[in-house]
């Protein structure tokens, strides 16, 4: 069930890898509760949490991508636009219904799903566009 950080997650800087190892672990722990078992506080607290930091995570990295000219930017902006709407939907069904085994199953299959593949196929391209820059500023 756990989904580790691995080096092909890498985007080539390190304040967006870091970030991205928090989201991890903001992820892990909700495993962790999950185990143990859910309550409403924990629920509303990671909802929270989560909506700050990812909305801080999507800017810096949106930032990061235009800085560097990268070809995937507008894509990433665009993937972050959805998955900040599908983080509404969930946060106003808890807020409306409360906390159920469905709702919290449901966003962690959500978050672990997007996170891996976002990562894969969006934000690892920033890494070539950090070489490339690199290289002709030389």
Known sequence: MAVE?????????????????????YLDDLELHMK???????????LADLGLFTRSHFCYEEICMRQNQC????KNKE?????LSLYKQYNERFQKE?????LVLKLH???ENWL??????IDTHLKSCLQVNLLSQQ
Request: no cysteine; proline share 0%; net charge negative.
């Open 116 to 121: 891996v593949h976002h990562i894969l196929k």
């Open 79 to 83: 993937q972050h636009g959805k998955l």
């Open 36 to 46: 143990k078992g859910i309550d409403a506080a924990y629920v509303g607290r990671l």
């Open 98 to 102: 409360g906390v159920s085994e469905d």
């Open 5 to 25: 950080w691995k080096e092909e997650y890498r985007t080539g800087d390190e304040e967006i890898d870091k970030q991205h190892r928090i989201l991890f672990d």
């Open 109 to 111: 299959n959500f978050l």
């Open 71 to 74: 070809a995937v930017a507008a």
